[in-house]
């Protein structure tokens, strides 16, 4: 295949951006304010299997203690409860997760009042006041749940600020909260760390009750998103060909930010107005020209990524 020599110095233009990603239509990113390109197309192949978790909200499969996988493992299995102050889960959406795109259905069973405090588990940079200090395994065994929900039983690390949860029955048999009695935390182990309650504020313990519903395969959800979202990239000019090889071959075509886009990339864009943007099934769209599409080109169907400046795309080709 022939190389584009007129896209050559776009090209070089890549690297200055590959940090930036898409979200609502621009670049975000260390490099997007000083580095915004003129435009971006990116092109991958991609299998309708995992189209749905480029759009939806994905629940990743659980990896060691994965809590929100196991959660939803355990909603799959027949419902699940959970408690929390706020949902873990959306409900009334498309979510995806493994090889299945789901709906959720959430109710709230029962409210619990409850504190949250802000607390230090710092790191000790004087010596500890052993009058002033407890050994965590003589802690309340309330208090031991709040350390080990938060990966810190074993005293290592710390040097961090976080939240404790407590219902006000658990606060009652708390020697942590609300006024401490221990100003140190120390482990069999000869770890230590200092101990402060900064701030507290009232909340609810909801106790969660989660039901699901299976909407479609990942490949099924994958193949009506095809269809009903894909274009045909044909009738292609030569110059305009070479921006989907390019796109194609190296990943992405990069007009660079000090660079004017050519008349057949201009013309090439124009060719995305109208068309829908690739999202969940049960999203609107928006109008934004920037965004993510699927195309079709020479018979393969690609996943596509075009952001683009407004300032230099301000026709109105239909």
């Known amino acids: 295949m022939r190389r584009r020599a007129l896209l050559s110095a776009a090209a070089t233009s ?6 930036g990603c898409l979200s609502s239509g621009g ?10 390109p003129t435009a971006r197309f990116e092109l991958s192949t991609i299998p309708d299997a995992e189209l749905p978790s480029k759009v939806l909200y994905t629940v990743r499969p659980a990896e060691g203690d994965d809590e ?3 959660l939803f493992d355990r909603i799959l ?9 706020r949902p873990p889960l959306p409900d009334g959406r498309h979510i995806a997760y493994r090889d299945g795109v789901y709906e959720l259905s959430r109710a709230v069973i029962e409210e619990t009042p409850a504190t949250s405090y802000s607390v230090k588990v710092d790191v000790v940079t004087d010596s500890v006041n052993e009058a002033a200090a407890i050994r965590f395994a003589d802690l309340p065994a309330v208090d031991r749940a709040q350390f080990a929900a938060r990966g810190l039983a074993d005293g290592d690390p710390v040097g961090i600020g976080t939240t404790f949860l407590y219902t006000d029955a658990e606060r009652e048999q708390s020697v942590l909260v609300p006024e401490s009695e221990y100003s140190y935390v120390t482990w069999d182990d000869g770890a ?6 900064d701030d507290a504020y009232d909340t609810t313990l909801n106790t969660y009750r989660y039901t699901a519903n299976q909407v479609a395969t990942a490949a099924e959800y994958g193949r009506r998103m095809r269809e009903r979202f894909a274009f ?9 060909r070479d921006i989907v090889e390019t796109a194609s071959e190296d990943g992405r075509f990069v007009v660079g930010p000090d660079e004017t886009p050519s008349d057949a990339f201009v013309a090439f864009v124009d060719r995305f107005r109208g068309h829908e943007q ?19 080109y020479q018979g393969d169907v690609y996943w596509a990524i075009l952001v683009v400046r407004d300032d230099a795309f301000q026709t109105t080709t239909g």
């Open 68 to 70: 929100t996988a196991q």
């Open 192 to 197: 230590e760390a200092e101990w402060v309650v």
């Open 77 to 85: 299995d027949d419902g699940a409860t959970t408690e929390a102050t």
């Open 232 to 240: 045909e990239l044909a009738g292609l000019s030569d110059a305009q």
């Open 27 to 36: 670049l975000t990113g260390s490099n997007a304010v000083a580095e915004v």
């Open 14 to 19: 890549v690297p200055a951006f590959a940090a």
């Open 278 to 296: 690739a999202r969940g099934l049960d999203e609107d769209g928006g109008e934004d020209l920037s965004g993510r599409y699927l195309v079709r």
